[in-house]
Structures are given as C-alpha cells and as structure tokens.
C-alpha cells in the first residue's frame, strides 16, 4: 500500500516538515537573458528516516495495524533498530533526470523527469500504528520560456502517478525589471488539479484542487548584495484527509499564505570570495498552523574548481486547530490509539500537524572538472522534536524524529 502524505513530503523534502507547507508546482523567472548552452543533469537521492521507539523500559512494543484489511507489523520486528532508541522508518531512493534547450536566442524549453521509490513502514495514529508501505513515484515536468531585453514568461505543466494518487499541475510566471536592471518585478500563478484513490478504500474516489499566486520583488542593492520579498497566497478545495491514518477527518478547504525574505551578500573584499545566503520564511493556513523558517548557507569557492557549500536550517510550527496530542492512556500502551473528542468535527493525530521545532545541517561539495562538467554531493541531517517548538508545549507523547539525506549530481553544458 502506499501513503500519500507519507510519500510526497518525504520524496520532496526528505522531512516531514513540508506536509503543512506543501504548495502547487510554482516556480518563478527573474529578468535574465536566453541561456547560451543547454545543459542535461542527472542527480540521486537516498533518504532515510528514522524515530523514537515506542515502548516501556528501553524496549520496543509491537503497535497494532489500525487500519482493516492489512496485516500488522511488529516494531520489534522490523530491520533498522539501533541502541541510540532510533528505528528506521521509510526510505527512499529517487533519481532525476533535467533537460535545458535554448532555442533561437529567445527560447530556452527545460523538462525533469523524476523516479522515486519508497518503503518501509509509516504510522497510522502519532508515532504509534505502523504499516508497511511501499510505492513508486513518476513525474514529469515540461517548461518553456520566452525572454526579452527587461523580463521573460514562461508557461508549464507537470504530471506525476503513484498508485493511488495523480497530480496534474498547470502554472505561468513572468518577470519585468526595470531600465537600469536593478529591480525585477516578478508575477507567477499556478494551478493542481490531484486524484486520490486509496488502495484501503476502493470505493473512494476524491479530488482536490490548489490554485496559487505569488508577487514578488528582487532589488540589488550594491555590487555586493541583492534582496528579495515575496509573497504567496494558494486557497485549495477538497480532500485533504490521509486515508491511511486513524482519526482523521480534515476540513475541504485549506488556504494559505506565505512572505519569504532573502538577503545575499557576496564579500569579495576580504580575499574570501565567498557568499553568504540568509533567508526568512513565514507561512499560515486555515488549519490554524503558523510556521517560522530560517535558512542560512555559505558558499565558498576553493582552489581548482571546488566549492564548499555548508547549511543550517531551524523549522518551528504550532499545532493544527483539530490536532489531537497523545493521551495518559496511549502513552501508557501504545497500542491504544486516543479517541477524538465525542463533538469534534474534525480531527487528527498525524505528528505533523502538531507543534514542534526542527534542525537541519548540511553540507555541499562540488566540482567543477572543467567548462562543461559539473559534479557535486549533499548531504544533510534532520532532527525534529516537540520542545523545540518556539509557540511552546508540544505533544510530550510523540518520540523524536531524525532524517538524513545523500544526493549526488552531475551535469555537462553542450
């Protein structure tokens, strides 16, 4: 069986973060001239997750399949476990292929194809309820653009499959900067239309829609430094419920906004020639989630070629409206999932949807060989626990949980 949720925010970001921040397909285009040389890349991802036992006195408790028709999966039982506490959970291996064409001068058309595969086991109420899982992700991404002297547009559609869930995506995006190419102007609106069939539910057919829009302006402030402010709205309809967790009946209806601030600062003055990229993200939806994202990298080119490019990341959300934390009685015996309240209309005990704090480190090498091959490596640790949560509290019932990424990548310009 596959998970949807599960599936799409760990293919996409490696962390369970992004589930209460997921937007449409939407990318935006700055004023900037045809490229000159195509480009084909190639990267691959591993990602695998991992979280806090469930049990008593150190040990691991077998945790029940909530859901009928699947079989149960005992934690103790399952591969991964390691005496830190930590058990692994859902893996993934994906790879991408992308494609850039100039054409003419004017045109440049970009296509990503992308493969994905995940496994392991995903719980079915917090961090309790495991089941197994597994699915395979194909996408497929087509852009084409137009440029001109002050800005450029340009127009694309994506499509992706899994096995009960398909994703057809539609957006638009253009740029305008002004005479002296200092500020850039930048309007962009996109719109999914998704299908979700679950294998536990044959007889559920549902749909839901996302439209979004972002404005924002880019402005370069010195021969140093160049800031950025956007602003993002999406308003979505349908079924945002996961049919694979217990106790769980969202609203049809999520809308949301986000402002993202970004500052670069290059310091060719001090014999580094590096650059330092800092950034701040807010975000808010109709579920009642208010998110906090800061985001600081350094790049540092390095003698023949190479680049160092290391990265911290803090993550900090409060609890869904409906989200309901873990009872005395579920944290006493995992094996008994809490009830959602007798006149609660809606409800869920996914721990993404609870108040928690996140960290990520990183770290970026590449290569470049020569005028037209590039190779590179990331690769990143993810740690997310309720105390860390800045709106304080948190569920004390859920176990901590940890993600670490590898990608690998190469590319050659013709």
Do not use: C
């Not at 404005?215 to 049919?243: A, C, E, H, M, W």
């Not at 601030?261 to 950034?279: E, I, K, P, Q």
């Not at 800061?294 to 990265?311: N, R, S």
């Amino acid at each position: 069986m596959a998970s949807v949720s599960t599936t799409k925010s760990t293919v996409f970001s490696a962390a369970l973060v992004t589930a209460a921040m997921a937007l449409p397909s939407l990318q935006f285009a700055y004023a900037e001239a045809a490229p000159e040389r195509g480009v084909v890349s190639f990267k691959y991802l591993n990602y695998q997750d991992s979280q806090g036992i469930v049990g008593q006195s150190g040990s691991s408790t077998n945790v029940v399949n909530a859901l009928s028709g699947a079989s149960k999966v005992a934690s103790s039982g399952m591969s991964g476990t390691s005496a830190s506490g930590f058990q692994d959970r859902i893996g993934v291996n994906a790879y991408s292929v992308t494609a850039l064409v100039p054409i003419a001068g004017e045109w440049s058309v970009g296509t990503t194809y992308t493969s994905d595969s995940v496994s392991g086991a995903s719980p079915t109420y917090h961090s309790s309820g495991l089941v197994k899982m597994t699915d395979l992700r194909r996408a497929l991404d087509v852009q084409l653009t137009r440029y001109f002297s002050r800005g450029s547009v340009s127009f694309g559609t994506s499509y992706s499959k899994e096995t009960d869930y398909i994703s057809r995506g539609f957006n638009v995006q253009g740029s305008l900067s002004t005479e002296d190419k200092n500020t850039t102007f930048t309007l962009g609106g996109a719109f999914n239309n998704d299908s979700i069939n679950p294998v536990t539910q044959p007889n559920l057919d549902e749909k839901k829609q996302v439209a979004a829009g972002l404005i924002g302006v880019t402005r370069v402030l010195t021969p140093q430094d160049i800031v950025q402010l956007n602003f993002g709205y999406s308003k979505g309809n349908g079924y945002y419920s996961d049919p694979y967790k217990l106790n769980d009946n969202r609203p049809r209806d999520r809308n949301s906004f986000t402002a993202l601030a970004r500052w670069n600062h290059h310091f060719d003055d001090n014999g580094t020639d590096g650059t330092v990229h800092l950034s701040y993200r807010y975000y808010s939806d109709t579920f009642g989630i208010r998110a906090h994202t800061f985001d600081a990298e350094y790049v540092q080119p390095l003698y023949k070629g190479w680049t160092l490019t290391p990265l911290l990341r803090f993550y900090t959300q409060n609890e869904a409206d409906f989200y309901i934390s873990v009872a005395t009685a579920e944290a006493a015996d995992p094996t008994q999932p809490t009830p959602p309240p007798a006149d609660a209309v809606y409800y869920s005990e996914d721990q993404r949807l609870s108040s928690f704090g996140a960290i990520t480190a990183g770290l970026k090498v590449s290569k470049q060989i020569n005028k037209d091959w590039l190779v590179d490596a990331k690769y990143e640790q993810y740690e997310q626990r309720a105390q860390w949560s800045l709106s304080g509290g948190g569920d004390k019932g859920l176990t901590p949980f940890k993600a670490r990424s590898i990608q690998i990548g190469v590319s050659r310009q013709f």
